[in-house]
């Protein structure tokens, strides 16, 4: 017995010495891949596999816009993932580690990898990278692979994948290079031919080449086995005809995803564009009318209301009835508590509606709600934000007008008829109150005794489900009460920190008492205290104070008019290409203000638009008036020389293109080229507008290339050279942290000039630092620290940190979290932990300021210790693309 015992242990040690990762035998191969397939990789690739499928039900599908290819979520998204990602990844880094067998083959010549399982988990650690968002590290990853197994198959997943990574980087002609190269590869292998031609038409619409998406689409179709995501791509597709304008396709294709049992927003968005297409396709509409309507009537459809209204306003707007789209809009509106993207898109129909009657006012309204809901993603979110900023401009202006227009009626009055006039506005004001305030409790009153009885009757039935009634929140009346009530009161606003709050302005219009009842939103009913007469004095002097009573104060009313006239000519005529407006605008100013400050620009105004429009006649009046009037007016000699406008234009051009190329080589580091492209454009461009920037350019090369003498020099020659351009104001904050450095308690010349100023200069590539401040003594420090550094734990667990806390002053205290690599690492991290609740959510009643800060700031900022002029700075630099 003894002797089998140590006979089965001597054969066991025989093994174990047999399975050496430097021994290719059989014994070694299979004992190495069965720990590295069942020990690390297996539980790694699940864990993979989950976060990929939580990411993808994350992902939220936006309809108004052709689908992504892929669902991989936003920045924010994807760090919930982070956690099984890190864990996926250490589990097959140990596995590689210990269980590699990259050996000599039997010739003694090659080195090769002879456990099977160890490409995999090479390809699942890149794969691991890419999900949370490491694309640098992800490259190397799949290079790798590409280098070490370039004779193996598995070399295809990880040129796939860097195709991959390359298209979320934006890597065009990186992409296109890897497309042509796997495209003509003819041993690309069959199984992974769907994922490639999805990746290539990921690229096409990248690139917006939707032609070859049509041919990468269809052909990822055809090898695409899963069934959710064939209708996704097919879905994608019919997007693609559509926005080229085959309606035929895009509704064969939409009909063809209902019938494929998709996902149910998928299937009920194809039904929704089928019917759009579909109009377009067939001139009788009321056949999709009442499909639409029917859809809209399944309760299953009770989430997506929003969005059949909103194809129903489509139909309505395409038949050329404008009231009944409007009605629908209105309807969707209503209808989206949820899918704020509708809101937004319902707003935006609205605005366009009023904008092309033209009716600015409500256009402006309708477009400031679109921007108040629609995301930042939207591909069309920098023209509709310019547009409402436009319109707000326009509105304000016109305001502007008519406010001081009403205060200068009122100045025309006589002291009785002024008092009896706001005397007349507050009595008007105070019963409008009084009735809005009857009204309000009557309806509250109406709807709570409806509320009360709804909840009696179901409470007879004590088996009833909780869901009729009982709870608020499961009352759908009370739910509709209370969201109804809400919008009565706030109007719409966004679920975010301090909605309440509102920016109020005077909105007066030239309609007389109703101008001057708004002009001032804070004045409060004061009339039933007890000295009326003393009360009604005061809220007089409060609606007078504007009211331009002296010559100086008119004169000043009349230049805001000026002002006014002017601008809003301008937008009506580069804006809008509102011509008739823009020469009523024009006229009016001249009319009311012959001698104004913009009459010889208005008269070249309002040539240009009369030359536009055909109407010579005008055209050749205002030429004639500036050429006999002011010829030597600059206006003067644009009309003598048309083509001036033209040249100067082309030339602007040039100059704006040398410059964007010469910024660019500096932030690529090419600071040589930086200084030699600064001379060259003293040549090209001589006595252009850009020199002090091409000049601080150069000024900051030589800060990268030169010692910090000669760097401190040439920053005095930008002070000296521009001391009203704002690189004076860059360059005296450089010099006043080199004075800090080298000790010097003297400073900069100016630096009692700046020691008020912002001393800080925002530098994106350095290193930064995370830092959060609160009060000292209201939190415990140590509780904030432990929470952050949990956060790091969980989502950059593969990162290495240094947490620091301590008192910034008395009342203060600090954390501090050194250092992320860049600008764009230190704003991800940012964005992610300020919205974090786990972290945060403790203390959303104490006032803390967390920012970014690079290395430089951050000691200008310790040792000026003013949080509110760094946060000043913070704000708009860091946060200015928020």
Known sequence: MYIKRVAAILMVMIIVAGCSVKKNNLVSRTYHGVLAHYNGYWNAENKYNDGVAQLAKSHEDKYDRILSVYQYGDA??????????????????????????????????????????IPKNWLLVGKCRFMKREYFNALETFQFMGGRYGKDEIRYDAFLMMLKTYNEMAYVSESDNMIDFLKNDPAFPKRLKADFYSSCANYDLMTKDYEKAVNDLTKAISFTKKRATRARLTFILAQIYQKQ?????????????????????????????????????????????????????????SDYLDQIYYALAGIELKEGNTKGAIDYLHKSIGASLKNTNQKALSYLELGKIYFDRPEYKPAQTYYDSTITFLTKDHPDYPIILNKRNTLTKLIKNLNIIAYE?????????SEAERNKFVDDILTKEKEEKDEAKRKEKEEKDKNANTILSNNTNNNKDPNK???AGGWYFYNPATISFGYSEFLKKWGNRKNEDDWRRSSKQSNLNAAGADELESADAEVKDTTNSKDSTKSATAMRDKYMKNVPTSDKLMEASNGRIIEAYYTIGLIYKEQFNDYNEAIKAFETLDKRFPNNKFLVPTYYNLYRINLTIKNQERADYYKNLILNKYPESEFARLIKNPNAVEDAQNSEKKLNEYYENTYEAYLGGKYPMVIERKFLADSIFPGNILKPKFDYLRTLSIGRTRDLNVFETA???????????????????????????KGNTNGSQDSTKTNNSIPYAFNPDSAQYYVVTFPNKTVEAIKVKTKVQSYLSKYYSNSTFDVSNFLLDANTQIIVVKE???????????????????????????????????????????????L?????????????SK
């Open 868 to 880: 509110t002029k760094y946060m000043a700075f913070f704000t708009s630099n860091y946060l200015k």
């Open 245 to 301: 304008g085959d309606n035929m396709k895009a509704e064969q294709l939409y009909d063809k995803v209902t019938r494929m049992n998709a996902p149910y927003e998928l299937n009920f968005n194809a039904e929704i564009n089928s019917a759009v297409v579909s109009q377009a396709n067939s001139p009788n509409s009321d056949k999709i009318k009442k499909k639409l309507i029917k859809m809209a009537k399944d309760i299953k459809n």
């Open 405 to 413: 227009d009403s205060l200068q009626r009122v100045a025309g009055m």
């Open 465 to 467: 489900d909780v869901g």
């Open 76 to 117: 924010n998204k994807a760090k919930a993932i982070y956690p099984a990602m890190d864990d996926a990844i250490k589990r097959v880094s140990l596995v590689i580690q210990r269980q590699t067998m990259y050996i000599k083959d039997k010739s003694g010549k090659a080195y090769h990898e002879h456990n099977k399982w």
């Open 820 to 866: 992320f690599g860049d600008n764009t690492k230190g704003m991800d991290f940012y964005n992610g932990i300020v919205t974090n609740d786990e972290v945060f959510g403790d203390y959303k009643n104490i006032q803390m300021s967390q920012f970014l800060i690079d290395a430089p700031n951050y000691n200008i900022f310790y040792g000026d210790k003013d």
């Open 715 to 741: 920053l005095k020659n930008i002070v000296q050279d521009y001391p009203k351009d704002s690189v004076s104001v860059q360059a005296k904050q450089i010099l006043d942290y080199i004075n800090k450095i």
